[in-house]
């Protein structure tokens, strides 16, 4: 555990980084943590961290739809994302520094992954027949964005900016608040949606506004209550001794 937890993600080369797509789109083995310490040497020039992989998930998820599409290698790749954001403080400002200077990549990502989400959903109303893959990819995706964004206001801007807002109106946050109703009225969906929607909206005005022209902020006072009873974040990322304070921001809007 220490060993992960102190790996330098300066020190992966593109070789490594390579293997690491691989590993990905040929599901070999468990991507976790111990993996990822597996891939970790010594030289490296620190300047190409993140590039590559941004790149592989951007044209994995942008696919054309009538081209095979695997859930469980994008679920792989958020989860080595947020594994990466927990690993260390310099490995975290790292990974948000790439985003940020890639946000036209990040956003196109995240947008086509929330629209193949809703196609799910079309092609299948009934959620039960819809495979499990599906249901962790979200989970994973949206882990990765309440971690990316908690308390991290560029991140939180990222996700209702537009770079064309007569060609491209469209934002993340949109698209989030615009998932099918199934994260909305069932608890396994609203555990992984509304952790996200806090993260971004949490003490920023302009997101909380832009919510609320899609969805009531009751919602995640509702969910916040009932998380402070269970007292678990194991399923919703957030912090349990942030929830008293989410609770008095909502309960003000």
Request: proline content about 3%; hydrophobic content about 45%.
């Amino acid at each position: 555990q220490a060993e992960c937890d102190s790996f330098d993600l300066r020190n992966v080369t593109l070789d490594m980084l390579q293997e690491i797509a691989n590993l990905l789109q040929h599901g070999q083995g468990k991507f976790v943590k111990e993996e990822i310490c597996k891939l970790i040497h010594h030289e490296f020039d620190k300047t190409t961290v993140l590039d590559m992989l941004l790149s592989f998930v951007d044209s994995y998820v942008s696919q054309a739809a009538g081209v095979d599409f695997s859930f469980t290698t994008l679920a792989k790749c958020f989860e080595f994302l947020s594994t990466v954001l927990k690993s260390n403080a310099m490995n975290r400002a790292l990974l948000l520094d790439a985003m940020l200077k890639h946000k036209v990549q990040v956003r196109r990502i995240l947008i086509a992954f929330c629209q193949r989400v809703q196609v799910c959903f079309e092609t299948e109303p009934n959620a039960d027949k819809l495979s499990a893959s599906m249901f962790d990819a979200v989970r994973k995706v949206l882990q990765f964005i309440t971690i990316a964004t908690l308390e991290n206001r560029a991140m939180q801007d990222l996700c209702s900016w537009t770079p064309h807002a007569q060609t491209e109106p469209s934002t993340i946050l949109a698209c989030l608040c615009n998932l099918p109703f199934y994260f909305l009225l069932h608890s396994p969906g609203q555990n992984a949606l509304f952790p996200a929607l806090i993260a971004v909206t949490f003490k920023h005005a302009t997101n909380v506004a832009l919510m609320n022209q899609s969805l009531n902020v009751k919602h995640l006072q509702l969910w916040i209550t009932k998380a402070l009873k269970m007292q678990d974040e194991s399923e919703t990322v957030l912090p349990t001794k942030l929830w008293p304070v989410l609770l008095q921001f909502y309960d003000q809007k």
